[in-house]
């Protein structure tokens, strides 16, 4: 209540499935949560001998608590499933399955012969004495059964058919279809409870700590024998389970109207970041809306992304004025979510609406390593926060951020126009880079700014200059340190070995025309440049920043501590020399970075979080 108030809309989720398929261990590891509140099927305020009460009972106790995601297992109501996400606005269900020889070994061991009487009475045709149990069985449902059974069933093979009857609702009641349906398996809960409780979770709108699934033992699975039956009840069954096992959830549409905030959108990776989404989502349907103070990569933004100039850049002077500008934005626009690129907007955007309505959602793009205990407490007014790395959540996390809200999606980049350029483009580009082909170039790219700590290239270029004559050091991006580089580049007699080109519009083809990439800041997050030069076929020599280590492998890169010109001198010099593992580590590279850093895979995830927190 002192956190959500009274005001917002609720999130009501409902948990089905066949008994004894562990929904109760769900609503156990929901109710760890402290945005969610649950109902078991024996809570007396929800259900009636298992069964839920009235829509206007569940509406009354849904309003009388402030938790904004609320959670009931209508277990012996799976059957109308259907009908109970049709009738409460914001429901969303998650649909259990388990093994069909684990539920009916545990059936028979907890109801005995209690399911051979169900199956006969509908065998018999009789599906009014056992209520739920029967009801709005379909057809199809009922001639299978019939099919494959005799009244001498065993308590297991009837157990057997119980699970079937219960798991062909999730295909004959078209949950299957409907996107507001999850369907989890029992083995992925208690193998991999942390993604998999993730999972759920996300899609219920609830936050999720690892500390939830700590209990979590998969000691349940196969802890008997398969029951003996007759071949054509496992036939029919395993028909089944292999198709709930096939499933994939249909796609949900992307989160819109959304609001993108960032201070400018001058050169830079997370302004490059914001261009990607927003037109992403725009590509998806979507309506966007960016605010920025302006700048050049406004011009890449695609036709139909509405861009709104206002005073963002001086958050931190005059946040009163940025709150009233982004507050003009949410009355104008009316988005569902706000994305924030930077802790200045994102502190704005929560001024703008003191009451929490719509949510916010702060993509955490790195920090120095003395910010983050600064960082990390203010970022608990944002609803959800998006860590491009393990490491920023976790610098985040020891600041003071709150766990259970932060999310990792790693970063991506539109990898189409990346790829190894040859010809006489790659000639042209290599000649402005200061090369021809009997150099090897090391690109960097990125701005001239303290954070990247261009000076140590100029020292590599130095060291290097004796032991490997043929590499050439080319720097792409402008900033404050152009001139300072420039004359350090005179001072140290590499004006030949290092050249800096300024500003270009044409990066795919440097990268595509280069032999190494090389990253030497003193802090990143996940740099997006170093994704492009992997899709560019260019191995990597970058610091140990929080990025590198999930970016590169042994196979497709060297990681090298900050600061540290000796050891990136020898690692450049060991690919210079090296050509068998110089050309493999690059094609190593783009294979990694098309397989797991694409901006479709970054923008679907990082649109599956927006979905958790919009009441839609």
């Known amino acids: 209540q002192t956190r959500h108030g009274w005001a917002h809309a609720r999130r009501i989720g409902f948990v089905f499935g066949c008994q004894r398929s562990g929904t109760k261990m769900v609503m156990r590891v929901l109710d760890q949560s402290p945005e969610t509140r649950i109902f078991h099927e024996n809570h007396a305020s929800a259900f009636s001998d298992f069964q839920l009460r009235s829509d206007r009972t569940l509406r009354a106790l849904i309003g009388l608590n402030p938790?904004?995601?609320?959670?009931?297992?209508?277990?012996?109501?799976?059957?109308?499933?259907?009908?109970?996400?049709?009738?409460?606005?914001?429901?969303?269900?998650?649909w259990v399955f388990r093994h069909f020889d684990d539920v009916a070994n545990s059936a028979v061991v907890k109801w005995d012969e209690h399911q051979q009487d169900?199956?006969?009475?509908?065998?018999?045709?009789?599906?009014?004495?056992?209520?739920?149990?029967?009801?709005?069985l379909p057809e199809a449902v009922v001639a299978n059964i019939r099919r494959v059974a005799t009244p001498d069933l065993s308590p297991h093979e009837a157990a057997l058919l119980f699970w079937y009857m219960r798991n062909a609702f999730f295909f004959e009641l078209?949950?299957?279809?409907?996107?507001?349906?999850?369907?989890?398996?029992?083995?992925?809960?208690?193998?991999?409870?942390?993604?998999?409780?993730?999972?759920?979770?996300?899609?219920?709108?609830?936050?999720?700590?690892?500390?939830?699934?700590?209990?979590?033992?998969?000691?349940?699975?196969?802890?008997?024998?398969?029951?003996?039956?007759?071949?054509?009840?496992?036939?029919?069954?395993?028909?089944?389970f292999d198709r709930l096992d096939a499933w994939e959830p249909a796609p949900r549409p992307v989160v819109s109207p959304v609001l993108i905030l960032i201070d400018t959108l001058a050169t830079g990776g997370a302004e490059r970041y914001v261009v990607t989404i927003a037109n992403w989502f725009k590509s998806q349907g979507g309506e966007v809306v960016v605010a920025s103070s302006g700048g050049a990569l406004v011009a890449d933004l695609l036709p139909g992304v509405v861009h709104e100039e206002g005073p963002l850049l001086t958050v931190r002077g005059d946040l009163p004025r940025a709150a009233m500008f982004v507050k003009g934005l949410l009355e104008k626009h009316t988005p569902q979510a706000i994305i924030c690129n930077s802790l200045a907007t994102t502190l704005a955007s929560r001024a703008a609406q003191p009451v929490r309505k719509i949510p916010i959602v702060t993509v955490g793009h790195g920090w120095p390593a003395n910010k983050y205990g600064r960082v990390g407490p203010l970022m608990r007014v944002a609803d959800r926060v998006v860590a491009v790395s393990p490491e920023v959540k976790r610098k985040l996390v020891e600041g003071g951020a709150d766990a259970t809200r932060v999310h990792v999606v790693y970063n991506g980049v539109d990898c189409r126009p990346l790829s190894p350029r040859?010809?006489?483009?790659?000639?042209?580009?290599?000649?402005?880079?200061?090369?021809?082909?009997?150099?090897?170039?090391?690109?960097?790219?990125?701005?001239?700014?303290?954070?990247?700590?261009?000076?140590?290239v100029m020292e590599v270029a130095r060291l290097l200059r004796d032991s490997n004559p043929r590499l050439r050091f080319a720097l792409v991006g402008g900033g404050s340190r152009a001139d300072e580089l420039n004359t350090l580049r005179t001072t140290l007699g590499v004006e030949d070995r290092a050249t800096l080109l300024g500003l270009r519009r044409d990066v795919a083809d440097l990268l595509g025309s280069a032999d190494i990439f090389f990253n030497c800041s003193d802090w990143e997050g996940m740099p997006l440049t170093t994704i492009e030069a992997m899709a560019s076929g260019l191995p990597v020599v970058a610091t140990c920043t929080e990025g590198a280590a999930e970016l590169l492998t042994p196979e497709t890169g060297v990681v090298v501590p900050v600061g540290d010109p000796a050891a990136m001198a020898q690692a450049l010099a060991n690919l210079d020399n090296d050509d068998a593992v110089r050309i493999p580590m690059g094609e190593a590279a783009r294979e990694r970075a098309l397989s797991g850093f694409s901006h479709d895979r970054m923008s679907s995830e990082l649109n599956a979080v927006l979905d958790a927190v919009v009441m839609r």
Request: net charge neutral.
């Open 67 to 94: 938790a904004p995601v609320q959670v009931f297992k209508p277990i012996c109501d799976s059957q109308q499933a259907d009908q109970l996400l049709q009738r409460f606005d914001n429901a969303r269900g998650v």
């Open 174 to 240: 078209g949950l299957h279809q409907d996107p507001r349906m999850l369907l989890v398996r029992y083995a992925d809960l208690v193998q991999t409870p942390a993604p998999t409780f993730q999972r759920i979770f996300d899609f219920l709108g609830a936050a999720f700590t690892d500390d939830f699934v700590g209990q979590v033992r998969p000691t349940s699975i196969g802890r008997r024998p398969a029951p003996a039956c007759r071949p054509e009840i496992r036939a029919l069954c395993q028909d089944l």
């Open 422 to 456: 040859t010809g006489d483009l790659r000639k042209a580009r290599r000649a402005d880079m200061g090369a021809d082909d009997d150099h090897r170039v090391v690109i960097l790219v990125g701005r001239l700014e303290d954070q990247k700590a261009h000076q140590h």
């Open 118 to 136: 169900l199956i006969k009475a509908v065998l018999d045709g009789d599906f009014e004495t056992w209520g739920w149990r029967t009801a709005r």
